[in-house]
C-alpha cells in the first residue's frame, strides 16, 4: 500500500532559523513528486516538482531535494510570511493520482 | 493569471440535505480533480475526470456523491444525503492532462463544508 509520511508535524522557528521538512515514502511506480504551500482555509499552491533522485529546485528561500525514498524541503533564513503548511506529494501510474502526506505546519517567529 | 474557480466558498448545512458544488478549471486543461481535506490532513482524491469521462473514482462514496463534467469543462460535485462526516474543505484542480510531463495540479481556493 502507497505511504507518504512527513515529518515534523508541526516546526516553529525564529525568524532566519534555517531548518529541513522530510517526506518518506513508500509508492510503486513512482513518477515524481510534487511540494505544494498551504494556507489556512485556502487551496494549496504549487511550488516544486521534482521526477528523478539527486534532483535540487530553489524558489527564494525554499530547495527541494529527492532521493529515492525521500524528499527534503529546506527552507534558509525563513521569514514570518513563510508560515504555512507544506504538503508533498509523490505521483504515480497511470493518471498522474497524488498521494498527499498530512503536511509540516511551520510557524516562523520574529 | 490563470486560475481555478469554485462556489460557493463556504456552504453550511443540516444532515440529510442535498448540497453541490461547482468548479471551472483553468482553461485548456482536460483534466479535473476533485478532493476531500479534512482538517489536520492532506487532500484526499475523490474523483479524476479526463474531459468528460470519470478515469478514478475509487474514493467516491457512491452512494451519496456523484459528481458530472457533462461537457468536458466545469464540473459539479453533489452530497445527498450530507452526512456529519462530510464536513471538510472540498478542493477542485485541474491540469493538463497525463501527456504533459510536468502535469502540475493547480487547486482553487475549495469550498468549505460544514454539515450540523
Known amino acids: 500500500e502507497d505511504q507518504v509520511t512527513q515529518s515534523p508535524e508541526a516546526l516553529r522557528l525564529q525568524e532566519g532559523e534555517s531548518s529541513s521538512l522530510n517526506c518518506s515514502y513508500t509508492?510503486?511506480?513512482?513518477?515524481?513528486l510534487f511540494w505544494y504551500r498551504q494556507d489556512p482555509g485556502k487551496g494549496p499552491e504549487f511550488l516544486f516538482t521534482?521526477?528523478?533522485a539527486g534532483e535540487e529546485k530553489e524558489k527564494e528561500r525554499l530547495k527541494a531535494t529527492l532521493t529515492k525514498k525521500e524528499s527534503f524541503l529546506h527552507i534558509t533564513a525563513p521569514k514570518p510570511e513563510d508560515s504555512a503548511t507544506y504538503l508533498c506529494?509523490?505521483?504515480?501510474?497511470?493518471?498522474?493520482?497524488?498521494?498527499f502526506g498530512a503536511g509540516t505546519r511551520l510557524a516562523v517567529h520574529p | 493569471e490563470a486560475e481555478v474557480a469554485q462556489s460557493p466558498r463556504y456552504k453550511i448545512t443540516e444532515k440529510s440535505q442535498a448540497v453541490a458544488f461547482w468548479c471551472d478549471p483553468i482553461?485548456?486543461?482536460?483534466?479535473l480533480y476533485w478532493y476531500r481535506q479534512i482538517l489536520g490532513q492532506g487532500p484526499e482524491l475523490l474523483v479524476q475526470?479526463?474531459?468528460?469521462?470519470?478515469?478514478?473514482d475509487s474514493q467516491l462514496p457512491k452512494d451519496r456523491f456523484s459528481a458530472e463534467r457533462l461537457k468536458g469543462v466545469d464540473s459539479t460535485l453533489k452530497i445527498q444525503p450530507a452526512e456529519l462526516g462530510d464536513s471538510a474543505m472540498y478542493l477542485c484542480?485541474?491540469?493538463?492532462?497525463?501527456?504533459?510531463?510536468?502535469?502540475?495540479?493547480?487547486f482553487g481556493p475549495g469550498t468549505r463544508l460544514t454539515v450540523l
Open positions: 475526470f479526463q474531459d468528460e469521462s470519470v478515469v478514478d
Open positions: 506529494a509523490p505521483y504515480s501510474g497511470g493518471y498522474n493520482k497524488l498521494i
Open positions: 482553461s485548456g486543461h482536460a483534466t
Open positions: 484542480a485541474s491540469s493538463f492532462g497525463e501527456a504533459v510531463k510536468e502535469d502540475t495540479q493547480y
Open positions: 521534482l521526477y528523478s
Open positions: 509508492v510503486s511506480g513512482l513518477r515524481g
